[in-house]
């Protein structure tokens, strides 16, 4: 139990472990877990991570679980936050810049990046992800936004596809290897209710985090005045690539395969 209970919730995110928690000891939700039970009590894309680390176990080695993964992510080192800035600074600025950082963290990857974006304009941002893709073997996820100018929702697809051949054309021109792709359908469509991918995160090994106001454009990461946060923190690196990975298992995104 103990080798596999991490693998399997390590993405699942922390209030979903104590809710669970709390069903089981409540008796609310039966042990051995089921993954009828599961889908039904609203769990899920995260229903197979559960079962990975769970399923089979009794009502007791279940919550002794669940109990240790939570203790250990509440004893954690506290996460260092460093503010992140682009733009104008005063004298006596400690923040770090928004395109030296982005960079940092695209060479110091070793497994994974996961890039959430709203604009992209230029392949100088995006190079070291590149290169560490070929070099590491380093995953990418990338999630982008398709402005909402198909002709009808039946043509959004195409649309999107579309609109992602010209992001390979015209900002990653490295060729191979490249990073699956994945868009929010709703973006694509025309007319109300409007919606975008207007995320700006970098996610990188599950264990660093930027949340920031700038695009991968030269604006957002030389001139415009932007803030963001660096987040060193594992648990919060592991909750946000989650989120993203979720969408992908629910089929709430749809992978680019062009």
């Not at 963290?105 to 070291?128: C, M, T, W």
């Not at 946000?240 to 749809?254: E, F, N, S, T």
């Amino acid at each position: 139990m103990s080798a596999k209970t991490p693998s399997g919730l390590s993405q699942v995110p922390r209030s979903v472990l104590e809710r669970l928690l709390a069903s089981i000891e409540r008796r609310h939700m039966e042990c051995p877990l089921s993954e009828l039970e599961l889908l039904a009590s609203g769990y899920g894309a995260l229903v197979p991570a559960i079962l990975d680390a769970l399923g089979g176990l009794g009502a007791e080695a279940a919550t002794a679980a669940l109990r240790l993964v939570l203790a250990e992510r509440t004893h954690r080192p506290p996460p260092r936050l460093s503010l992140v800035w682009t733009g104008p600074e005063a004298r006596g600025s400690v923040a770090r810049d928004t395109a030296l950082l982005v960079r940092d963290l695209f060479e110091g990857a070793k497994r994974s990046v996961i890039v959430g974006g709203y604009a992209f304009d230029r392949p100088g941002i995006l190079e070291p992800l590149h290169a560490v893709m070929g070099s590491r073997g380093v995953r990418a996820l990338m999630f982008l936004d398709i402005p909402g100018e198909a002709r009808s929702a039946q043509d959004a697809d195409a649309f999107a596809t579309a609109a992602i051949d010209r992001f390979f054309r015209e900002v990653w021109t490295f060729g191979a290897p490249k990073p699956d792709v994945y868009y929010d359908p709703r973006t694509a469509t025309p007319g109300p209710p409007w919606a975008s991918l207007h995320a700006k995160c970098i996610v990188v090994d599950d264990e660093r985090a930027l949340i920031t106001s700038a695009n991968f454009t030269e604006r957002g990461q030389t001139r415009n005045i932007e803030a963001g946060v660096l987040i060193e923190d594992r648990s919060f690196a592991e909750e946000l690539g989650a989120q993203w990975r979720i969408l992908i298992a629910a089929g709430l995104v749809r992978p680019y395969k062009g």
